[in-house]
């Protein structure tokens, strides 16, 4: 061990290699009356090896053992293939079987629906599809560090355990070693003191509390963590463990920070397909057709910037009747979003400037007393893919919004003690990761984009 040349390799040849060894995945076997054709699959690229295998080769005893989903090595001799459909096969001289796959493999058809694969998310990643998601899942996650690090960003590791909510939503999922049979109480109320952390403590809903403090010492930070939300809605768009971006910087306002994000996904778009153009391009041919088109828009157009208040009445003035009617002050709706971005402004926008009730409590309050400098990035087909804000650096209107919110100051006072010692203006944004893959593959379900989807009422694994 290791076993083999990996399969990408071995298609990138520049000649005939007389002894090559070739391990993977049994994805279909034909027999012809002179040979058997095996296509191979390690998953290190999209292609398949072809495997020749001769019926007067030593190699065949062990043909009707090479069915699909089986694991193999075959050994033999990397030839310029006949066959128009690849550059090179194996001339197989011996095969071994390392994991028989019997009958009731599930992946024997070529095409399944992503429904059926979703519950087979063990298997899943064997398909064509699901291959080429997760690859372009791991180079993206190398070029979100390629482009911060390429900026002076620092990479934060933020706690995935926390004594704070972020936004603010009640969406937070509880961590605790208490015997829930048997909760301790005092007063009537659960004793916390006697749990783990001897406080209520929480899985986070994002890592930018955390991540600020460092920004105002390091000045450009980020964090790339798994973030948890137990929002119980059963949409295409969100889960309740998904993985965000998010990127904070000091000296900049929130001009600066829709700058960023546009630049951040120009680049991680024109990453995909400079990098990962064989996996790409099956999302553009069986999955959306017109994903070509929408991801030059991204690299050829520059961003739309509106304010909400000017948002709201475009909705308003457009003559569609909407489900909810556009009003100001209320949250943005996944029709009106999609309205603004594919048919208003026809390519991404950023809605800057909201009212300031409908947003969370760390965002800088305009002078206006109504609004707050925060933004969020719509883009066709998803709407919402990041959100963020310049940040109330003032010490005493951060404090004022806290306890108007009713929240408690003392919870934040090392929040707060940052804007005391040193404040400096500074932003930053929240990417949703799931929702930029479905964005640069053009696939419709966020389930389908994570190797293994946490939803509610789902928790296989
Ligand atoms: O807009 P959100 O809630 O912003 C924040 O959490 C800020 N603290 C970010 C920041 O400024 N540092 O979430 C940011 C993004 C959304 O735009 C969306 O792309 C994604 O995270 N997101 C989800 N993705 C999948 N499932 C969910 N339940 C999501 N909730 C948010
Ligand atoms: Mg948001």
């Not at 049994?26 to 090896?49: I, M, P, Q, T, Y």
């Not at 936004?167 to 909760?183: C, P, S, W």
């Not at 994570?450 to 939803?455: G, N």
Request: glycine content about 6%; aromatic content about 10%.
């Amino acid at each position: 061990m290791p076993i083999g040349t990996p399969i990408v390799e071995l298609q990138r040849a520049t000649k005939e290699l007389s002894e090559v060894k070739a391990a993977g995945w049994v994805r279909s076997r034909r027999d012809a009356k002179e040979c058997s054709f095996v296509d191979l699959n390690d998953g290190s690229c999209l292609k398949g090896l072809q495997v020749v295998v001769d019926a007067t080769s030593p190699a065949h005893a062990a043909i009707r053992h090479v069915t699909t989903g089986a694991a193999i090595v075959a050994t033999g001799a990397l030839v310029a293939s006949p066959g128009a459909e690849q550059r090179w096969e194996l001339r197989a001289r011996a095969i071994e079987i390392l994991g028989a796959s019997p009958e009731d493999y599930p992946l024997q058809k070529k095409r399944h629906s992503d429904e059926f694969l979703r519950t087979i998310a063990h298997l899943r990643a064997r398909t064509n599809k699901y291959g080429a998601m997760f690859r372009l899942r791991s180079r993206l996650s190398h070029a979100i560090h390629d482009f911060f690090q390429g900026r002076g960003f620092h990479y934060i590791h933020t706690p995935i355990i926390t004594g704070s909510d972020c936004e603010g939503a009640g969406e937070m999922f509880r961590v605790t070693t208490l015997d829930l049979a048997n909760v301790p109480k005092a007063a009537g109320r659960i004793d916390f003191a006697s749990d783990f952390f001897g406080r209520e403590a929480h899985l986070t809903v994002s890592g930018q509390l955390a991540v600020e403090t460092c920004c105002l010492a390091m000045s450009r930070v980020y964090t790339f963590g798994p973030t948890f939300r137990s929002e119980n809605s059963n949409t295409s768009r969100h889960m309740a463990e998904f993985w965000m971006i998010e990127p904070e910087f000091a000296f900049a306002d929130l001009a600066d920070d829709m700058a960023l994000a546009e630049d951040m996904l120009k680049f991680l778009v024109a990453y995909a397909r400079r990098e990962c153009a064989e996996d790409l391009e099956l999302f553009a041919r069986f999955v959306d057709p017109e994903l070509d088109a929408r991801l030059d828009l991204v690299l050829n157009t520059d961003f739309a910037r509106v304010s909400y208040t000017a948002a709201i009445e475009l909705l308003q003035a457009s003559g569609r009747s909407f489900e909810f009617k556009p009003e100001w002050g209320a949250d943005l709706q996944a029709e009106h979003e999609r309205y603004l971005t594919e048919e208003y402004f026809e390519r991404p926008v950023f809605v800057h400037d909201w009212p300031r009730d409908i947003k969370a409590f760390y965002m800088r309050q305009n002078d206006d007393g109504r609004t707050v400098a925060a933004m969020d990035l719509l883009v066709p087909r998803i709407g919402e893919l990041v959100g963020g804000s310049q940040r109330e650096e003032r010490h005493d209107v951060l404090e004022t919004r806290i306890r108007e919110l009713g929240f408690e100051p003392a919870d934040y006072w090392w929040y707060l003690d940052t804007r005391k010692f040193g404040t400096a203006p500074h932003a930053g944004f929240g990417l949703g990761f799931e929702r930029l893959l479905m964005f640069v593959t053009g696939v419709g379900n966020i389930r389908d984009v994570i190797p293994f989807p946490r939803t509610p009422k789902h928790l296989e694994f």
